[in-house]
């Protein structure tokens, strides 16, 4: 237990504006600029890398460039796979055939993102995202849900996949709904 009176607060300093040497004026002090923002961190970035020189995936955006949703499917055992794979992993083989998926399908499940989005998102909020049961597959793609409203959506909706284009050159796919 101390003895010693408590100290007393005091307000930190106002510094005064700095007079002119020519005009004995004052100014008010200079607001310090604030540096640009730095570009966001590699492991921030939900876009992948696309060149062929980063990924043996490459074939992927290059067809969804060209307007095609693709995938992979094993020439072994002939299972069609997403996400695409550059290594079948069931029987190991990396003897891969890219072909092309449906982009029609239907909302299974979606959630709206109201607050909270990943850094460099924050703008786009609202926004969906869902799992899209596409036509003729037996998986479920998860993505990106555009062209309505978040209130507005629900599960069986019809939706279209579309590439989207990144502002930096690159590109990705979406689903967009499809009016009824």
Known sequence: M???APRERRPAPVLAPA???????????????KPPAPPLPFLLDFFPLEDAKQTRLSAFFDNLRAGRLTTTRCR??????WPPRVVCPECHTSELDWVDLPVDGRIYAFSAVLMGAPLGMESEVPFVVGLVEVDGVPFRMFGRIVG???????VG????????????????????????
């Open 157 to 180: 909706q019809k939706v279209r996949a579309e590439p989207y284009d990144l502002p930096d050159g690159r590109v990705f796919y979406r689903f967009r709904t499809v009016p009824a």
């Open 148 to 154: 309505t409203p978040w209130d507005q959506c629900h």
């Open 2 to 4: 101390s003895t010693e």
């Open 76 to 81: 072994k055992d002939g299972r069609v796979r």
């Open 19 to 33: 007079a002119s040497a020519e005009s004995g004026t004052t100014s008010p002090p200079e607001t310090p600029k």
